[in-house]
C-alpha cells in the first residue's frame, strides 16, 4: 500500500498535473501508478516528464537505456522500476530473458552495451565517484562525450524513479519481476 494517495484518476489528479497525465496517457495508453503518484507534486511530475522525454530523444539506443534502468533498479532495490523495466525491456526492447538477467546484475551479452552498463553500475555503487579509467572505457567501447552524459542522465533519472517508489510505496501495477536466483 502507498504511503501517500494515488490519485484513481486523472480527473482526480490535481488540475496542474492532469495535462501532463492525460499525454502520458495518449503515449502509453494507460497512466502507470508512478505517474499517478508523481502527479501530487505537479512540478516534480514535469520535471520527470521533461527530463524522461529529452533523454529519450538522445543517442543511447532504448535497448541500452533499458539496459541501464534495469541494473540501476536492482542496486537500488526497487520492485517497482524492476517490474516496469523489466516488462518494456521484454515487450518493447525485446530484450530476451537471459539478457534482462544479466542487465539486472549489472552487464549484458553484447559487449557495447555491457560498457554501458557496468559504467552505470559503476556510478550507482561509487556514488558518481568514478575513476578516469572507467571513463575511458566508456570511451574506448565507442560512445562519444555526449553518450557518456546521457549514460549518467539514465543514471539520475532511474535513480530518481527508484527513490521516488521506495519511498512512497508505490503499488506495483506491471507484472512483477522474479526474484534473482
Do not use: W
Request: aromatic share 4%; net charge negative; hydrophobic share 45%.
Amino acid at each position: 500500500m502507498s504511503r501517500i494517495s494515488t490519485p484513481s484518476s486523472i480527473e482526480a489528479a490535481p488540475q496542474e498535473s492532469r495535462a501532463s497525465l492525460q499525454a502520458v496517457k495518449s503515449q502509453l495508453g494507460s497512466v502507470p501508478n508512478l505517474f499517478r503518484i508523481v502527479a501530487n507534486s505537479p512540478q516534480t511530475l514535469e520535471g520527470y516528464l521533461g527530463l524522461n522525454g529529452a533523454l529519450g530523444k538522445g543517442t543511447l539506443p532504448a535497448a541500452t537505456r533499458e539496459r541501464i534502468a534495469l541494473a540501476v533498479a536492482e542496486l537500488n532495490g526497487c520492485n517497482y522500476c524492476l517490474s516496469a523495466h523489466t516488462y518494456l525491456a521484454s515487450n518493447l526492447a525485446k530484450l530476451s530473458e537471459d539478457e534482462i538477467v544479466k542487465n539486472r546484475k549489472g552487464s549484458s551479452e553484447d559487449a557495447k552495451a555491457a560498457v554501458a552498463v557496468e559504467f552505470a553500475v559503476a556510478v550507482v555503487k561509487n556514488r558518481g565517484q568514478v575513476s578516469d579509467a572507467a571513463v575511458q572505457a566508456v570511451r574506448d567501447a565507442g560512445y562519444s562525450d555526449a553518450e557518456l552524459v546521457e549514460i549518467v542522465g539514465h543514471v539520475a533519472l532511474n535513480t530518481l524513479t527508484n527513490y521516488m517508489n521506495e519511498v512512497l510505496g508505490t503499488e506495483v501495477d506491471f507484472p512483477a519481476a522474479k526474484e534473482l536466483a
